[in-house]
């Protein structure tokens, strides 16, 4: 039974923190993203509660991505970058040097797309 998808897009619109230190164009994107793959989890959740818990892990796995492109973009951010990629167990290639932020965010959300569950 699909759950109700309004409180969940709710929820994710609500937090602040999907969106900190980005840019406004990596900002819509990662939005886009979470919305997106919050209603396709809605429309295939089990139950309320499975819902929820999916979209929970989104946002979280969201605000990691956002720090990750935050921090690769900032000068001598690199290194913390790898380190939170490591941490996250992010299994997108890293960029092989310096990329404008829209464009590292646009390649993360399509390999995302691309791999999904990864």
Same mark, same amino acid.
């Given at each position: 039974?699909?759950? =109700?998808?309004? %409180?969940?897009? #709710?929820?994710?619109?609500?937090?602040? !923190?999907? /969106? #900190?230190?980005?840019?406004?164009?990596?900002?819509?994107?990662?939005? *886009?993203?979470?919305?997106?793959? /919050? +209603?396709?989890? !809605?429309? $295939?959740?089990? =139950?309320?509660?499975? @819902?929820? =818990?999916?979209?929970?892990?989104?946002?979280? #796995?969201?605000?990691?991505?956002?720090?990750?492109?935050?921090?690769?973009? *900032? %000068?001598?951010?690199?290194?913390?970058? $790898?380190?939170? !990629? @490591? $941490? *996250?167990?992010?299994?997108?290639?890293?960029? %092989?040097?310096?990329? +404008?932020?829209?464009?590292?965010?646009?390649?993360?959300?399509?390999? +995302?797309?691309?791999?999904?569950?990864?």
């Amino acid at each position: 039974m699909p759950t =109700s998808c309004d %409180p969940l897009l #709710r929820f994710v619109l609500r937090d602040e !923190a999907l /969106t #900190r230190g980005l840019g406004d164009v990596e900002a819509r994107m990662l939005i *886009e993203w979470v919305t997106d793959w /919050t +209603e396709l989890l !809605a429309e $295939a959740a089990r =139950s309320e509660d499975d @819902a929820w =818990s999916c979209v929970r892990r989104l946002c979280r #796995r969201a605000r990691a991505i956002g720090r990750f492109v935050q921090l690769w973009c *900032e %000068p001598g951010g690199q290194g913390a970058a $790898a380190q939170l !990629a @490591a $941490a *996250e167990r992010f299994a997108w290639p890293l960029p %092989p040097g310096p990329v +404008e932020a829209p464009d590292l965010m646009h390649h993360i959300l399509t390999w +995302e797309n691309q791999h999904p569950g990864k």
